[in-house]
Every structure is written in C-alpha cells, then in structure tokens.
C-alpha cells in the first residue's frame, strides 16, 4: 500500500497566498503522475494541476497564472504554490499519486487538506 498526504492548508483573505505540499510513502515506489484536485460542497471533485514523471504539467483553466505546481526530482514532495487566491478556491484539496510499487500499480489519494478563502 501507498501512503499519500497533504499539508499546508488553512485559512487566508482573498489576493492572499498558500502553499501545499503532498507527500507518498511507500516500499519500492516509482512514481508517474501527481495531480491535485480540489472538492468543494455541492460541486464535482476537479483536476486543479497535474505533473507527470516526465516532466509535463497541466492546469485548470481557473487557476493558469495564480497557481504553480512543482515537484522534486523522485517525484514527491509535490508543491501547489497558490497566489492571488479568490473566495472560489475554497475547497478541499486533494493529492493523487499514481506509479508503481516495485512491479504493482497504484493509485492512492490523500485524506484531503481544507482551503478556505475569506473576502
């Protein structure tokens, strides 16, 4: 099994800044991808950033330019650096981590982190 957590969530004012951090822990790991998603009440569960092993990064459209996903070189820590954040980015943040544990697939998700965005 594969351990995934999130740090780095709370409280902040709207322009203000927050950084979270997802972390895996696990035998053997060899991870592919990383993707933060987010889940606020009434609203589907969305992809807010995702890096893959090789190096590509993706965002939602709603977050381009505010928000800054980065990673170290074996994969995890994973970093969302958020800027310029809007009483709208007020969710739970979730980490996926999906890879490889020695030769077994996994695809494990994080307990979840609270945002929440004050005007």
């Known amino acids: 099994q594969v351990q995934v957590e999130e740090s780095g969530g709370g409280l902040v004012q709207a322009g203000g800044s927050l950084s979270l951090a997802c972390e895996a822990s696990?035998?053997?790991?060899?991870?592919?991808?990383v993707g933060w998603y987010r889940q606020a009440p009434a609203k589907q569960r969305e992809l807010v950033a995702v890096?893959?092993?090789?190096?590509?990064?993706d965002y939602a459209e709603s977050v381009k330019g505010r928000f800054t996903i980065s990673r170290d070189y074996a994969g995890t820590p994973v970093y969302l650096q958020m800027n310029s954040l809007k009483p709208d980015d007020t969710a739970v943040y979730l980490c996926?981590?999906?890879?490889?544990?020695?030769?077994?697939?996994?695809?494990?998700w994080g307990q979840g982190t609270q945002v929440t965005v004050s005007s």
């Open positions: 996926n981590v999906r890879g490889y544990t020695g030769t077994i697939m996994f695809d494990s």
């Open positions: 696990g035998s053997a790991l060899r991870i592919v991808a």
């Open positions: 890096v893959t092993s090789g190096g590509s990064i």
